[in-house]
């Protein structure tokens, strides 16, 4: 295990910024989020594509980014914090231009997900949510990805690399240094950085949600048994050696 292990969740405090937006960034943060209110009939549902805003500017939650979301949504900063402080999704201090994200979860974990976390954890010299020198990574251990049928299974900005290795995720990492181009196993045919990612998620589409394949072979195996397109055969495991006696005798 790397000695570079931090702690699960790093409690940053969210503090005020002395340093305001320039009035252009200023303008067209106010128009964006002009555009997301509108799609809520209250304005405080509008507060977590909000924050996704702000790190799309600013790459983390600032604190002027939290005054600005208190600001537009009549809320106080403490509510906002208590939000943004809430969410793992939202970075409390500056994130890499890539989160890479190590399924850890049960499944992923013994399929080797524990192993392939050691191994680029000790590559990069760098623990959970913590950011390689160059900007370039922060590396997460993640909860389940929804993908278990592709375990052990890497995120990088939450696009998908499935049946990972420790090998092929110490490439991956290297890659995305590089400025190499990295191609997902599904869905978007690239990886896009993560303020990028983050003005997606807070609702501007970038054209790019139904590139490539969405659900491969393994997630379609369970519909396709329920369609009757496919026989589902159980197949029962041998008895061990001493178990088969007994019932012998
Ligand atoms: S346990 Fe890793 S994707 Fe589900």
């Known amino acids: 295990m790397s000695e570079n292990h931090g702690p699960l969740h790093v409690q940053t405090p969210l503090r005020a910024s002395d340093e305001p937006y320039d009035p252009q960034t200023l303008a067209d943060l106010v128009?964006?989020?002009?555009?997301?209110v509108a799609r809520y009939p209250q304005k405080r549902s509008a507060l977590l594509p909000l924050l996704h805003l702000i790190q799309s500017v600013d790459g983390y939650v600032t604190g002027r980014g939290v005054t600005?979301?208190?600001e537009q949504l009549d809320l106080t900063e403490a509510e906002v914090s208590g939000v943004a402080t809430f969410y793992t999704q939202y970075k409390r201090h500056p994130n890499g231009e890539y989160t890479v994200g190590v399924c850890t979860n049960t499944l992923c974990a013994v399929m080797g997900g524990d192993l392939i976390w050691d191994t680029v954890s000790e590559h990069l010299g760098i623990g959970h949510d913590e950011t390689t020198e160059d900007g370039k990574v922060t590396l997460e251990r993640v909860e389940c990805n929804a993908a278990c049928d592709y375990a052990p299974v890497v995120m990088a900005n939450w696009e998908f690399f499935d049946n990972q290795t420790?090998?092929?995720t110490v490439r991956l990492v290297e890659d995305l240094r590089?400025?190499?181009d990295v191609t997902p196993t599904r869905g978007a045919t690239s990886v896009c950085s993560f303020k990028q990612m983050s003005r997606v998620l807070a609702g501007f589409s970038d054209g790019r949600a139904d590139e490539g394949?969405?659900?491969g072979p393994a997630s379609l195996e369970g519909l396709r048994i329920a369609s009757g397109e496919q026989t589902y055969t159980r197949t029962a495991p041998a008895p061990?050696?001493?178990?088969?006696?007994?019932?012998q005798s």
């Open 166 to 168: 420790p090998e092929s």
């Open 31 to 36: 128009r964006d989020a002009e555009l997301i």
């Open 68 to 70: 600005f979301c208190a």
């Open 178 to 180: 590089a400025g190499k």
């Open 240 to 247: 061990a050696p001493e178990a088969s006696k007994e019932q």
């Open 213 to 215: 394949v969405g659900a």
